[in-house]
């Protein structure tokens, strides 16, 4: 079994900046993907920003220039610099990451934490 856990959300205003920050553990011989994802009520959830275990990444095209997707594989931490933030920004996010357990690779989910854009 793998653990996600998210931290980082919170209120800021527009222009502002957070960092998220996802810590993975558990029994798992390697994290091959990670990534992050937003939902805001009523909308289907969307892959913000993703990183392979190659350091591959890939943005939706609302947040490149602004967000930045980086990992600490000794931490086995993935984090999201997100800055010039919109109030098209506010949602929930959450961590995904797919794991090798023994032969096989399953997919986790964090719990999500939210992020809101206000003045």
């Known amino acids: 079994q793998v653990q996600l856990v998210e931290s980082g959300g919170g209120l800021v205003q527009p222009g502002g900046s957070l960092r998220l920050s996802c810590a993975a553990s558990g029994s798992f011989r390697a994290l091959n993907y990670m990534g992050w994802y937003r939902q805001d009520p009523g909308k289907q959830r969307e892959l913000v920003a993703s990183?392979?275990?190659?350091?591959?990444?890939n943005y939706a095209d609302s947040v490149k220039g602004r967000f930045t997707i980086s990992s600490d594989n000794a931490k086995n931490t993935v984090y999201l610099q997100m800055n010039s933030l919109k109030p098209d920004d506010t949602a929930i996010y959450y961590c995904?990451?797919?794991?090798?357990?023994?032969?096989?690779?399953?997919?986790?989910w964090g719990q999500g934490t939210q992020v809101t854009v206000s003045a």
């Open positions: 995904k990451t797919r794991a090798l357990v023994g032969r096989y690779e399953y997919q986790y």
């Open positions: 990183i392979t275990s190659g350091a591959a990444t």
